[in-house]
T-cell receptor, first 114, second 109 residues
Framework: GAVVSQHPSWVICKSGTSVKIECRSLDFQATTMFWYRQFPKQSLMLMATSNEGSKATYEQGVEKDKFLINHASLTLSTLTVTSAHPEDSSFYIC??????????FGQGTRLTVV | GQNIDQPTEMTATEGAIVQINCTYQTSGFNGLFWYQQHAGEAPTFLSYNVLDGLEEKGRFSSFLSRSKGYSYLLLKELQMKDSASYLCAVNNAGNMLTFGGGTRLMVKP
């Protein structure tokens, strides 16, 4: 099966700093990647859709200036949480689509802002 | 709009059978997925239905009725390790997955 690698698996940062999370499709080209956020005991909430070579499409209520998404190549998308605050602490998961039928998830990143 | 409903929590006994229901109302339909998610981990793929009927895969089966906007995940011979959240997700237009709230299943001895 296809492999999506997400890095780092967990990160602790100080309030006010920025954190970058990488999502790579290792054995296929992903024209579209998705970023999700999941709070404890809740389901995945789509944050944004990342398309290679173009600006990301953000869901309503997600601040695009705070959650910067870059999809510079067909195998890499990055999510940067800028000026992180404790309320940004969450589990962030990316997924990549190879076609209309399949979505493969990264391992997820546990972000804790202290 | 998109709306996917599934029960919040369920409890079942080891060795038993449990059925997790999912109803959906979405714009566009390219299939329905079930994922299993253990706490602190990413979801893992369980099943995919795009046509009506039952898909069986070992201890897990998934059913779909497109006319009713309804699916269920059936888990047989429950094991303790099956305690997890089960996510129903619909692939609508544009390859986008819309997730239900997830069902937390607790398997008791």
């Amino acid at each position: 099966g296809a492999v999506v690698s997400q890095h780092p698996s967990w990160v602790i940062c100080k309030s006010g700093t920025s954190v970058k999370i990488e999502c790579r499709s290792l054995d296929f080209q992903a024209t579209t990647m998705f970023w999700y956020r999941q709070f404890p005991k809740q389901s995945l909430m789509l944050m944004a859709t990342s398309n290679e070579g173009s600006k990301a499409t953000y869901e309503q209520g997600v601040e695009k200036d705070k959650f910067l998404i870059n999809h510079a190549s067909l195998t890499l998308s990055t999510l940067t949480v800028t000026s992180a605050h404790p309320e940004d602490s969450s589990f962030y998961i990316c997924s990549a689509s190879r076609n209309a039928l399949e979505a493969f998830f990264g391992q997820g990143t546990r972000l804790t802002v202290v | 709009g998109q709306n996917i409903d599934q029960p919040t929590e369920m409890t079942a006994t080891e060795g038993a059978i449990v059925q997790i229901n999912c109803t959906y109302q979405t714009s566009g339909f390219n299939g329905l997925f079930w994922y299993q998610q253990h706490a602190g981990e990413a979801p893992t793929f369980l099943s995919y239905n795009v046509l009506d009927g039952l898909e069986e895969k070992g201890r897990f089966s998934s059913f779909l009725s497109r006319s009713k906007g309804y699916s269920y995940l059936l888990l047989k011979e429950l094991q303790m390790k099956d305690s997890a959240s089960y996510l129903c997700a619909v692939n609508n237009a544009g390859n986008m997955l819309t997730f239900g709230g997830g069902t937390r299943l607790m398997v008791k001895p």
